[in-house]
T-cell receptor, first 114, second 115 residues
Framework: AQSVSQHNHHVILSEAASLELGCNYS??????LFWYVQYPGQHLQLLLK??????LVKGIKGFEAEFIKSKFSFNLRKPSVQWSDTAEYFC????????????FGAGTQVVVTP | EAQVTQNPRYLITVTGKKLTVTCSQN?????MSWYRQDPGLGLRQIYY???????DKGDVPEGYKVSRKEKRNFPLILESPSPNQTSLYFC??????????????FGPGTRLTVT
């Protein structure tokens, strides 16, 4: 069975700093990859997704992620964070041979200080 | 407004008392799913449904039941709740029958406490 690991559980950084959140998955086949964000008191919402094609994907709010197949990684980046990026971030994976099943990482709580 | 709704939003109950958490979507989505969120564990999938009358287990189905009798609704049933089912529950839906190719839209969550 596939699994997803997120390297950091808590990240604290100042406004304008760069953010990178790590995500690794364990599965040898074709995967679909997602990053979701949960702002305080709000629903989870999709930041970006990768299915195929260009391994560098851009999402909403200035976020991007890079799929590196050889490293089984899908790291999330933002060059300059804002206070409003304070949220919990989840990496998720689904596979083409198990449609409908999703694995989420444990999440990374990001706090951006003014 | 396109949305996924869950009811109730908060529930405190006692061990063994059957309960149902409802989930409804108004987007004509084929795929629906239930997750539980626990600190340090992220979201774990309980059950999912590819379409009406088609359901399958996720990673943590024990102690839960689901049904999909109509497209818009996907209730989660706890026949005999136990304290280890205290959690935050999310329902989600997605357009595609395959589920994996399209983003999931999440409901607001139901916080369940079983004493």
């Amino acid at each position: 069975a596939q699994s997803v690991s997120q390297h950091n559980h808590h990240v604290i950084l100042s406004e304008a700093a760069s953010l990178e959140l790590g995500c690794n998955y364990s599965y040898g086949g074709t995967v679909n990859l997602f990053w979701y964000v949960q702002y305080p008191g709000q629903h989870l919402q999709l930041l970006l997704k990768y299915f195929s094609g260009d391994p560098l994907v851009k999402g909403i709010k200035g976020f991007e992620a890079e799929f590196i197949k050889s490293k089984f990684s899908f790291n999330l980046r933002k060059p300059s964070v804002q206070w409003s990026d304070t949220a919990e971030y989840f990496c998720a994976v689904s596979t083409t041979d198990s449609w409908g099943k999703f694995q989420f990482g444990a999440g990374t709580q990001v706090v951006v200080t003014p | 407004e396109a949305q996924v709704t869950q009811n109730p939003r908060y529930l405190i109950t006692v061990t063994g008392k059957k309960l149902t958490v409802t989930c409804s979507q108004n987007m004509n989505h084929e795929y629906m799913s239930w997750y539980r969120q626990d600190p340090g564990l992220g979201l774990r999938q309980i059950y999912y449904s590819m379409n009406v009358e088609v359901t399958d287990k996720g990673d943590v189905p024990e102690g839960y039941k689901v049904s999909r009798k109509e497209k818009r609704n996907f209730p989660l049933i706890l026949e005999s709740p136990s304290p280890n089912q205290t959690s935050l529950y999310f329902c989600a839906s997605s357009l595609s029958r395959t589920g994996g190719s399209y983003e999931q839209y999440f409901g607001p969550g139901t916080r369940l406490t079983v004493t």
